[in-house]
Every structure is written in structure tokens, then in C-alpha cells.
């Protein structure tokens, strides 16, 4: 599917659930032209013309930043929680409060993305294999019976031991996690596995060499709800600071600005793969 029309899509989808069929043609339009990817560099008054445009002259130029405003808050009213488990200041979307760096559309619109992409990664990727699977720390160096298929739930602060289990060697894996409220990245990592490099066996984290083996420490999840991993196979090392192995980098985290750039440059490329699996953590 083309990427472009695939982001149109998931925004009309966004609109679907914000404008109900009784809401005003001028607030359907705004969010629709203003958030277009075509439109992103076009000022408030092209954007403001484009809807006089569509409306055949019943519009106000001058009522494009209150239609606007009016637009994130309904944006904010539905989607306002889970902008917040991301990391955003909703305070910033009110205009006049938070003083952002960012226009409030641009913060909104740069939230879009980020969903967007990790969706349209989950949706490429093969969800029919069990690679992950968690395991008592005890049970690493004996035989290791697998949980049935359908025991997916996880207990909250309990340690485990992940193992990967990928028919993949000489190539690397960017393993991505998103919780209730964090963003991680797991390898590589300091904190969890420095070694990205798959070898055909099973890679185990925390990994030898990694902050919580040298404390002697499993994997925990400290509150409930729906852990998601995303892992990426790629023959070449990626080339990201913020994946830098450095002290004041162990536990890198990822973002709107980051996953964008991973996507970028994943959208250059053939040779990759990704792998999907969720849990459940309960109390």
C-alpha cells in the first residue's frame, strides 16, 4: 500500500471518531487539510483559503484559528489519555498555556505520525510466531517446558528472563517495547542486551554485559496493562545516536522523532523483517 495514502487513511479514521455526522463542514475540513502530510509547510491563511476554496466562498478567512482551536480540543477530549501515556504536555495544546516550541497542530500532528507508524508496523508485521517468551530466572539452565499458548498474562514486579527465539544469523535486531506509559529499547542497550548481533540461537536478555545481569536482575514490569514488542531484522548496524552504547545512554528510550526516523530509513530498504508479539501484566 502506498505510505502516503496509508497515513490519509488512518487520519480519516481519526476524523471518524472526533466528528460526529452533525459537525460543522468547516472544523471536517480544517482537520482534514491542515493535517494532510501534503499540507505540512502551508501557513494557517493557505489552509484558511483551501477551505473558502472547498466552501465556495462561505468561509471566513479570519475564523481559522478558532475553527483550528476548536478541532484540538475536540482532538484532546478524545484522544487527550493516551496523548498523555505518550509523553505529551496536553497543556500545550491550549493556546496561551505551556509556551510550546511547537504550535499546537504540529505536536498533534507529530502524535498522529508516531501512532500511525508503530501501527503500520505492527500490521507488517508476523504475529503468528511465538518468539518472546518470558521464564522464571530459575528455569534458565534446566529444561524449559513452554507456558500453552494461550497463557499470555505476565505478574507485575515478578523478575523474568526473555528469550528470543529467531531462525536468523549474522543479522541484528531492533527490539522495541511500549508499555502503559514507557518507550523502550531493548536492543541494544546497556541496561537490557548490548548485543544486537543474532546468531541463529536463542538471545537472552538481560544479556551477559548488561546492567541488570551485573546486578544480577531479571525483567520486571512494575504496573499492569498491555506490553508490546516490535522487533526489527536488519542486516547493517543502525546508525542512530540515540542508539549509542554511552553511561548516559543505557536505557534508550523512542519517540515521535525517532521512530520517524527509523521509518525513514526502513522505507529505503528491502532487506528487513518484523516480528509482533504483546502480553498481558496483571497484578
Not at 62 to 91: E, R, T, W
Request: net charge negative; with cysteine.
Amino acid at each position: 500500500m502506498n505510505e502516503q495514502k496509508s497515513f490519509i487513511d488512518f487520519l480519516e479514521d481519526i476524523a471518524t471518531n472526533i466528528f460526529p455526522e452533525t459537525a460543522s463542514a468547516e472544523q471536517k475540513l480544517c482537520f482534514g487539510l491542515r493535517f494532510h502530510p501534503d499540507n505540512r509547510k502551508l501557513e494557517h491563511t493557505k489552509i484558511a483559503e483551501l477551505i473558502k476554496t472547498e466552501l465556495n466562498g462561505g468561509f471566513s478567512e479570519s475564523s481559522i484559528n478558532p475553527i483550528l482551536g476548536d478541532v484540538i480540543k475536540k482532538i484532546k477530549d478524545k484522544f487527550g489519555a493516551q496523548m498523555q501515556a505518550d509523553g505529551i504536555d496536553i497543556a500545550k495544546l491550549t493556546p496561551g498555556r505551556g509556551k510550546p516550541k511547537e504550535a499546537p497542530w504540529k505536536i498533534v500532528y507529530g502524535w498522529f505520525r508516531m501512532k500511525w507508524i508503530w501501527q503500520s508496523l505492527v500490521e507488517k508485521a508476523n504475529k503468528h510466531c511465538e518468539w518472546i517468551d518470558f521464564l522464571n530466572p530459575e528455569l534458565r539452565n534446566g529444561i524449559v517446558i513452554p507456558q500453552p499458548r494461550q497463557q499470555r498474562q505476565l505478574q507485575v514486579k515478578a523478575p523474568y528472563l526473555m528469550r528470543i527465539e529467531l531462525q536468523h544469523s549474522s543479522r541484528n535486531l531492533l527490539l522495541l517495547n511500549q508499555g502503559g506509559e514507557t518507550k523502550y529499547v531493548l536492543t541494544p542497550s546497556m541496561a537490557f542486551a548490548p548485543k544486537c548481533q543474532l546468531d541463529g540461537k536463542a538471545m537472552w536478555i538481560p544479556q551477559d554485559g548488561s546492567i541488570l545481569h551485573e546486578y544480577n536482575k531479571g525483567i520486571e514490569f512494575d504496573t499492569p496493562g498491555k506490553e508490546e514488542f516490535v522487533g526489527i531484522v536488519l542486516d547493517e548496524t543502525l546508525d542512530f545516536d540515540w542508539l549509542d552504547l554511552r553511561d548516559d545512554n543505557h536505557a534508550p528510550t523512542w519517540d515521535e522523532t525517532r521512530l520517524s526516523q527509523l521509518w525513514s530509513y526502513l522505507e529505503g530498504k528491502e532487506n528487513w523483517q518484523v516480528f509482533y508479539q504483546c502480553f498481558e501484566v496483571v497484578e
